[in-house]
Each structure stands twice: as structure tokens, then as C-alpha cells.
């Protein structure tokens, strides 16, 4: 299988045009984090708005405003359970799953969000929002499909049991599934049009928030360079990459800490 090449993420990460404003830089709304797991929706949210999302909201339990609002004052903050179609019909990308939860309440918000998605808005389904679609609690939206299953969701979704988990039966798997797939491990595959492997990472990394703060970043960059493979190729590589430069002198690195060092390293990338 192929590795992510770095040329191609240089590609995607190029300079902002001056001749712009908010607006041009992608509105994503995230639909994240139940009573339990509000660090799953910031996280997310973070990721998002480092990543240079233009206008980022973040639909969540009441619980988590507060934390919200006093760590990320760039961010909008809505109710999870109010009515959010208005909302979405704005939306360039729309993030649900991290941290929703399985019970009646999540499912109840995954249906109603995915009533609203239209077909020309990307949707990033993670977490919990994967795991009700493979228990056949949801129906998959038309949309632009981008997919982040670690193995275990990714088990749940294919069918296929972590020790079967190869890139020939991974990419048999994907192609019945509409959209981008990312299926994250300790050396991720995306699979689209093409076939890549993630050439970094490590076990830095395997600490909880790392795949919600992945589906920040991938939001980020669809709403600033659009839905195309390569741009979430580069954004599975900006992730790990910074998380590598951590780990040069860190035993863990922290998702706040990759969401915190997001601004520069992509500002180097747009140099290069
Ligand atoms: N701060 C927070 O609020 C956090 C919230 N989280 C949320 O918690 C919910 C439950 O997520 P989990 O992923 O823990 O639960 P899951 O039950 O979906 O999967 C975790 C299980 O899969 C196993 N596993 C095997 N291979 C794996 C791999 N390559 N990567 C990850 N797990 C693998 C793990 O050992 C574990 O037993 C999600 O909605 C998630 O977004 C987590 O992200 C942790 C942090
Ligand atoms: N040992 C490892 N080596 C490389 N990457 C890892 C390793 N462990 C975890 N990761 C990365 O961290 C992220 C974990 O995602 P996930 O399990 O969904 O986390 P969470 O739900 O806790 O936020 C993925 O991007 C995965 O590739
Ligand atoms: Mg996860």
C-alpha cells in the first residue's frame, strides 16, 4: 500500500488568499458530547477551530456550555437536543459521534441530524454515531461521507474481526461503503479513489481524545480545501505529524497539546 506523501499534503495546506473573510474558510458544526464525555466535543471543537475553520459550533449537552465557552471562546455553542436544522442547512462540514453516547438520546440526535444533511455538505461520522449506524440504529445520510472507525468500530461496521483487519479485506470492506473511509490504527489506511497508509504516529498517541481531536482536524481542512481524498489524507498526516514532533521529547502527546500546535505547523506546511 502506499504511504501519504508529503507533497501532496503541501499541496493541499497552501496560503490563505488575502481576499477573504470567515465565511471562506468553512462553517462546521459539531454534534458531540453527551453528560459524560464533554471532552470528546472539545476536543473536537478545539481541533476545528485551530485547524483554521472559518465559523465553528459545537451542538452539545447543556452540561458542557460553560466548559465550552470559558476553553474556546472562537466557538458558537447550541443545545444538542434543540432543533438543529436551521443550523445545519448553513453548514459546510458537519461533525457527530464523538463522545454522543449509544442510548435513546444519541440516537434520537443522529437521526434528526442526519434528517437535515443535505447531499452537498460533508459529514464526518465518528465514534458512537458509527457504532449506532452498525447496529442499525441510523440510516446513512446522502452526503459526503467521511468515515473515522477505530478498529473495534470498524469491526462493528465491516464485519470483519480486528486480527482480519488487512489492507486487501480493509479496502473490499470500504468500497461497499459510500464515501471516504479512515480506518484508524496504530498505522491508519484512507481509503477513496486511492489506497494510502499513514507513515506516522505512534504510541504517543493512544491516549482518549486522539480520534476526536482527528475528526477536528479533518473537518477543518474540508471546509478550507474541500472533499477530496488528499485533504483528508493531509489531514490524517498533520495529526500524527505533530504528535511525532511531541513525542521527540514527550512519552504521551496530549490531544490539547497537537490542537494547540496546530496554527504553526500549518503555517509552515503553507510555506513550504
Ligand atoms: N474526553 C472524552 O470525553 C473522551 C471521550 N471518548 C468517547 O468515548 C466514546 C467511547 O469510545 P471508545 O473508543 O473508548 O469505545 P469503543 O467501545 O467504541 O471502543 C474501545 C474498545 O476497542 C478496543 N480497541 C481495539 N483496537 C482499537 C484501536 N485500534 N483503537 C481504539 N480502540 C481499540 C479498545 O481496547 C476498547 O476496548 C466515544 O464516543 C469517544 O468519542 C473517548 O474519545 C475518550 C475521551
Ligand atoms: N500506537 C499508535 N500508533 C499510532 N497512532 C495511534 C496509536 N494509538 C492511537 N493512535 C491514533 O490515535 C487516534 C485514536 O483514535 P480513537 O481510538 O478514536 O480515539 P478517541 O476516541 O479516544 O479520541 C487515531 O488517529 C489513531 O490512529
Ligand atoms: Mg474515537
Redesign the pocket.
Known amino acids: 500500500m502506499e504511504t501519504i506523501n508529503l507533497t501532496t499534503v503541501q499541496t493541499v495546506v497552501r496560503p490563505r488568499p488575502q481576499q477573504s473573510h470567515k465565511g471562506t474558510f468553512g462553517r462546521v458544526l459539531v454534534v458531540a458530547g453527551n453528560q459524560q464525555y464533554g471532552g470528546?466535543a472539545i476536543?473536537s471543537t478545539s481541533a476545528a477551530v485551530y485547524g483554521g475553520a472559518g465559523l465553528v459550533t459545537v451542538a452539545t449537552d447543556p452540561i458542557n456550555h460553560p466548559a465550552l465557552h470559558a476553553r474556546l471562546p472562537e466557538a458558537m455553542v447550541v443545545d444538542y437536543q434543540s432543533d438543529l436544522s436551521a443550523l445545519i442547512q448553513q453548514q459546510d462540514v458537519i461533525v457527530i459521534g464523538?463522545g454522543l453516547g449509544t442510548d435513546d438520546l444519541a440516537k434520537s440526535v443522529l437521526q434528526r441530524v442526519f434528517a437535515a444533511v443535505l447531499p452537498t455538505q460533508t459529514v464526518v461520522v465518528?465514534?458512537a454515531a458509527i457504532t449506532l449506524i452498525a447496529a442499525k440504529q441510523a440510516q446513512v445520510p446522502k452526503a459526503q461521507l467521511i468515515w473515522?472507525?477505530?478498529q473495534m468500530?470498524w469491526q462493528r461496521l465491516s464485519g470483519i474481526v480486528i486480527a482480519d483487519q488487512t489492507p486487501e479485506t480493509n479496502a473490499k470492506a470500504a468500497a461497499t461503503i459510500p464515501g471516504i473511509v479512515v480506518v484508524?490504527?496504530?498505522?491508519?489506511q484512507i481509503f477513496g479513489q486511492t489506497a494510502v497508509e499513514?507513515p506516522?504516529?505512534?504510541?504517543?498517541?493512544?491516549?482518549?481524545?486522539?480520534?476526536?481531536?482527528?475528526t477536528g482536524i479533518i473537518a477543518a481542512f474540508v471546509g478550507q480545501f474541500g472533499y477530496h481524498d488528499q485533504v483528508v489524507q493531509a489531514a490524517?498526516y498533520t495529526?500524527?505529524a505533530i504528535?511525532d514532533e511531541l513525542a521527540q521529547s514527550q512519552y504521551v502527546a496530549l490531544?490539547s497539546q497537537v490542537i494547540a500546535a496546530l496554527p504553526k505547523f500549518l503555517k509552515t506546511l503553507s510555506q513550504a
Not at 484508524?184 to 491508519?188: L, V
Not at 506516522?200 to 482527528?214: E, H, I, K, P, R
Open positions: 470528546a476536543l464523538p465518528d465514534g473515522t472507525p477505530h468500530e484508524k490504527s496504530h498505522r491508519t499513514n506516522g504516529g505512534s504510541a504517543a498517541m493512544a491516549t482518549g481524545g486522539s480520534g476526536d481531536t482527528l490524517v495529526h500524527s504528535a490531544p
